[in-house]
């Protein structure tokens, strides 16, 4: 079955300074990979996916990620953050066939003033 | 469109008691999926349903576990008798399809065991 390591479990980055969320997944298969993210008691909002074409995807809030197949990663960028980036960041991997979902285990990204 | 309903949001209860929870998907998505979250973990699947049948509950503990989603809308989690490694939060998903990769999370519904 397919899984995912998010190598980071906090990030603590300064008001607009640069941040990358790191994530590698492990599949036989073909796969789709998401970024979700979690505001404190809310559910999880879809940040970005990649299903196939270009290997670098933009998303909401400024964020984007790249497809590495050769390294099997799918890391999260934002050039600048916000304050109001302070959540958790969620890596999930699917089977091209099926929603199969995996999650990684969350980083949490704290951005201070 | 409306979200993911889910309630109640939050439930205290002591062990070996029953607990359920309730989620109203978005309108007229066929797949319907009951997630845990345990504190500082990643959601992990309980169980997936397209309309009103069940596709996988195959992380299901289903001594203690269960879950119906008679009509195609509607689903009901259940957990009886519980104990405290279920203390956790139990996300409601949806999507279109099964074929639809996006899922649309409930606030979820944050369960304390005592």
């Known amino acids: 079955a397919q899984s995912v390591t998010q190598l980071d479990s906090q990030v603590p980055v300064f008001e607009e300074a640069p941040v990358e969320l790191r994530c590698n997944y492990s599949s036989s298969v073909s796969v789709y990979l998401f970024w979700y993210v979690q505001y404190p008691n809310q559910g999880l909002q879809l940040l970005l996916k990649y299903l196939s074409g270009s290997t670098l995807v933009k998303g909401i809030n400024g964020f984007e990620a790249e497809f590495n197949k050769s390294q099997t990663s799918f890391h999260l960028r934002k050039p600048s953050v916000h304050i109001s980036d302070t959540a958790e960041y969620f890596c999930a991997v699917t089977p091209a066939h099926n929603n199969d979902m995996r999650f990684g285990a969350g980083t949490r990204l704290t951005v201070k003033p | 469109e409306a979200g993911v309903a889910q309630s109640p949001r939050y439930k205290i209860i002591e062990k070996r008691q029953s607990v359920a929870f309730w989620c109203n998907p978005i309108s007229g998505h066929a797949t319907l999926y009951w997630y845990q979250q345990i504190l500082g973990q990643g959601p992990k699947l309980l169980i997936q349903?397209?309309?009103?049948?069940?596709?996988?509950d195959s992380q299901l503990p289903k001594d203690r576990f269960s879950a119906e989603r008679l009509k195609g809308v509607d689903s009901t989690l259940k957990i009886q008798p519980a104990k405290l490694e279920d203390s956790a939060v139990y996300l409601c998903?949806?999507?279109?399809?099964?074929?639809?990769?996006?899922?649309?999370f409930g606030a979820g519904s944050r369960l304390t065991v005592l």
């Open positions: 998903a949806s999507s279109f399809d099964l074929g639809a990769n996006v899922l649309t």
């Open positions: 349903f397209q309309n009103n049948g069940v596709v996988d």
